[in-house]
């Protein structure tokens, strides 16, 4: 078994910043298996950064250059820094175990002024 936790997720403005942390615990073979996903109201699930592949992880189109994965192994923990926000980024954020269906109960990002 493995637990999720996400946090960090709240109201802000147009060109603000939030970092969202996910939280592993459990069986979790590593933390570079993380993936994060958001879900708009109304539309698909978008896969926002992955999991480590090749040594790096990539990102969506839309967040692209904009949000950044950081990794603090000794906490288990997973950042998603996110700068420059748009209100089309408002979403629900979840993270996820790749290949598995371990996911987190999401963290609620809403950018409005």
């Known amino acids: 078994q493995v637990q999720l936790v996400e946090s960090g997720g709240g109201l802000v403005q147009p060109g603000g910043s939030l970092r969202l942390s996910c939280t592993a615990s459990g069986n979790i073979v590593s933390i570079n298996n993380i993936a994060w996903y958001r879900q708009a109201p109304g539309k698909q699930r978008e896969l926002v950064a992955t999991?480590?592949?090749?040594?790096?992880?990539n990102y969506g189109d839309s967040v692209k250059g904009r949000f950044t994965i950081s990794r603090d192994y000794a906490k288990n923990t997973v950042y998603l820094q996110m700068n420059s926000l748009k209100p089309e980024d408002t979403a629900v954020y979840s993270c996820?175990?790749?290949?598995?269906?371990?996911w987190g109960q999401g963290t609620q990002v809403t950018v409005s002024s």
């Open positions: 999991n480590v592949i090749g040594g790096r992880t």
């Open positions: 996820k175990v790749s290949y598995t269906n371990y």
